[in-house]
């Protein structure tokens, strides 16, 4: 599918025009992968145009950037607000959210270090990422024959353009192979994460997500899933998670910001629970939904009014 164009992009504190946008090809992250960014929602509630959990995402596209080293030229609020002010000027109601932070054009060494820091903030329309009837009925998964990266090779604490490759071959994968999504075990042969989602996993009335030291991306689905599992008085352990466990659950869960709180229905062509939607996991869609849609009380200051 086509990307929905808007009209403006905030492209290094200007708003110019969608196909005024552009980049040299001999800039550096694109030969080199040398970007951080961030996905982010904005939805439309009941009281309004709200995006959900802007300064956390702010927050890790900091912290992303400081693992490489990246000097972000402007300040977190001002991030923010640009964040906001492209939203407005598009004049949309709920959109996707495309902050990127990339080495530009200057040198095409291997060292990014003489190359600008550029920042670009795209916005455009998006629903679910796996799918409406996803969200229903739950997903078809695989396990990945490929791992994510180990530790001290690429960091996986950041959300960089380069991490994507090992994402897109988890995807291309289990797309060939008629899957919707692939789960990624590390290279320590535990479950990690699928290619663009924190996967959490319910037996006998408990739930388990893998820790952060399972070659995770510390995602703040899976952190706003915790917190509204606290909420509702159900408890989740974070721990290591072996294949065959995945297998033998009651309900698996996919959380992202784009694919929010999917269900999975079959790992390896092997039926989790029912092969629908868990009872438990319906309970978290629902607080979840709740919560993005500002129909509850907006309790821990999630939603930040465009
Ligand atoms: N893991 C990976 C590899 C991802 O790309 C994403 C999407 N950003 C997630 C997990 C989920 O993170 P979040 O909930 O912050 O979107």
Same mark, same amino acid.
């Given at each position: 599918?086509?990307?929905? /164009?808007?009209?403006?992009?905030?492209?290094?504190?200007?708003?110019?025009?969608?196909?005024?946008?552009?980049?040299?090809?001999?800039?550096?992250?694109?030969?080199?992968?040398?970007?951080?960014?961030?996905?982010?929602?904005?939805?439309?509630?009941?009281?309004?145009?709200? $995006?959900?959990?802007?300064?956390?995402?702010?927050?890790?596209?900091?912290?992303?950037?400081?693992?490489?080293?990246?000097?972000?030229?402007?300040?977190?609020?001002?991030?923010?607000?640009?964040?906001?002010?492209?939203?407005?000027?598009?004049?949309?109601?709920?959109?996707?959210?495309?902050?990127? $932070?990339?080495?530009?054009?200057?040198?095409?060494? $291997?060292?990014?270090?003489?190359?600008?820091?550029?920042?670009?903030?795209? #916005?455009?329309?998006?629903?679910?990422?796996?799918?409406?009837?996803?969200?229903?009925?739950?997903?078809?998964?695989?396990?990945?024959?490929?791992?994510?990266?180990?530790?001290?090779?690429?960091?996986?604490?950041?959300? &960089?353009?380069?991490?994507?490759?090992?994402?897109?071959?988890?995807?291309?994968? &289990?797309?060939?192979?008629?899957?919707?999504?692939?789960?990624?075990?590390?290279?320590?042969?535990?479950?990690?994460?699928?290619?663009?989602?924190?996967?959490?996993?319910?037996?006998?009335?408990?739930?388990?997500?893998?820790?952060?030291?399972?070659?995770?991306?510390?995602?703040?689905?899976?952190?706003?899933?915790?917190?509204?599992?606290?909420?509702?008085?159900?408890? $989740?352990? /974070?721990?290591?998670?072996?294949?065959?466990?995945?297998?033998? &659950?009651?309900? #698996?869960?996919?959380?992202?910001?784009?694919?929010?709180?999917?269900?999975?229905?079959?790992?390896? /062509?092997?039926?989790?629970?029912?092969?629908?939607?868990?009872?438990?996991?319906? /309970?978290?869609?629902?607080?979840?939904?709740?919560?993005?849609?500002?129909?509850?009380?907006?309790?821990?200051?999630?939603?930040?009014?465009?």
């Amino acid at each position: 599918m086509p990307l929905p /164009q808007c009209d403006k992009i905030w492209f290094n504190g200007e708003l110019v025009d969608w196909e005024d946008a552009n980049i040299h090809v001999l800039s550096h992250v694109v030969h080199y992968g040398s970007s951080v960014f961030e996905g982010i929602r904005c939805y439309k509630t009941q009281k309004g145009s709200a $995006v959900f959990r802007l300064d956390e995402h702010v927050n890790r596209l900091f912290d992303s950037a400081k693992i490489y080293r990246m000097d972000i030229p402007y300040t977190r609020q001002e991030i923010c607000e640009a964040i906001l002010e492209t939203i407005r000027v598009n004049k949309l109601e709920a959109c996707y959210i495309r902050p990127i $932070v990339f080495r530009g054009y200057e040198t095409l060494g $291997v060292d990014p270090m003489g190359c600008p820091v550029e920042v670009v903030i795209a #916005v455009w329309e998006w629903g679910e990422y796996l799918g409406d009837a996803a969200l229903k009925n739950g997903v078809s998964v695989c396990t990945s024959s490929w791992n994510r990266m180990a530790p001290n090779t690429l960091p996986f604490l950041a959300k &960089a353009g380069g991490n994507y490759l090992n994402s897109q071959l988890v995807r291309i994968e &289990a797309n060939a192979n008629g899957y919707d999504e692939g789960i990624v075990l590390g290279t320590d042969g535990l479950v990690s994460e699928g290619s663009g989602e924190n996967i959490f996993v319910i037996k006998n009335g408990s739930i388990y997500t893998p820790a952060s030291n399972y070659a995770i991306l510390p995602g703040i689905t899976r952190h706003t899933a915790i917190t509204l599992i606290r909420d509702l008085e159900m408890r $989740v352990e /974070q721990r290591g998670i072996p294949r065959e466990f995945l297998y033998v &659950a009651d309900e #698996v869960f996919f959380t992202g910001t784009a694919a929010e709180i999917t269900p999975v229905r079959a790992i390896d /062509q092997i039926e989790i629970g029912s092969g629908q939607r868990g009872p438990i996991t319906e /309970q978290i869609q629902g607080a979840f939904f709740d919560v993005i849609r500002a129909e509850v009380e907006d309790r821990h200051g999630w939603l930040t009014a465009v």
